[in-house]
């Protein structure tokens, strides 16, 4: 099963999504679990997904998805349960979040109740590219096979 996790090739296409995908995310994480960039933090952060009726438990993994997910998007680590992560997360937010009723338009001019879906949706397909193609080159996932076809000169 871990091998059909890690299975990937040293595709530079999936390799660029992959790191912008976790580029894009990982700040988000990094404000919801450190307070970075201006977020509020792990505490201020569970606080308001309280308040709109998101569990504790459903707050941390979200939390975790993002900061920790952007991560290994970014070192191409265990990249296919990290973008399953973010996927999740980003049709949750659609959905939960209220974006879903803002329509489908980000709200470049502030006269729209909140941000649309077309940010999550662009993200959910990033990380569908990654579920199916895995982490690409320079990735963490392709090590164990480099290795394999590649061994050490003794």
């Known amino acids: 099963m871990l091998k059909k996790i890690l299975k990937t090739e040293r595709d530079w ?39 709109i009726g998101i569990p504790t438990v459903a707050g941390v993994l ?21 973008a399953v992560g973010i996927a999740a997360v980003m049709a949750g937010a659609m959905v939960l979040g209220g974006h879903l009723q803002n329509g489908f338009f980000l709200n470049w001019t502030g006269g729209q109740g909140g941000e649309g879906v077309e940010f999550h949706l662009l ?17 963490i996932d392709g090590l164990p096979e480099l290795r394999r076809r590649h061994p050490p000169i003794s």
């Open 13 to 51: 296409t999936v390799t660029i999504v992959r790191i912008t995908l976790g580029l894009v995310i990982f700040p988000h994480g990094a404000q919801k679990a450190l307070g970075w960039f201006g977020g509020f933090g792990m505490e201020g952060t569970l606080g308001f997904f309280s308040s």
């Open 62 to 82: 979200v939390i975790a998805a993002e900061f920790l997910g952007g991560l290994g998007l970014i070192t191409g680590a265990l990249s296919r349960v990290a």
């Open 123 to 139: 993200l959910i397909a990033m990380a569908l590219v990654v579920v199916i193609r895995g982490g690409g080159a320079f990735s």
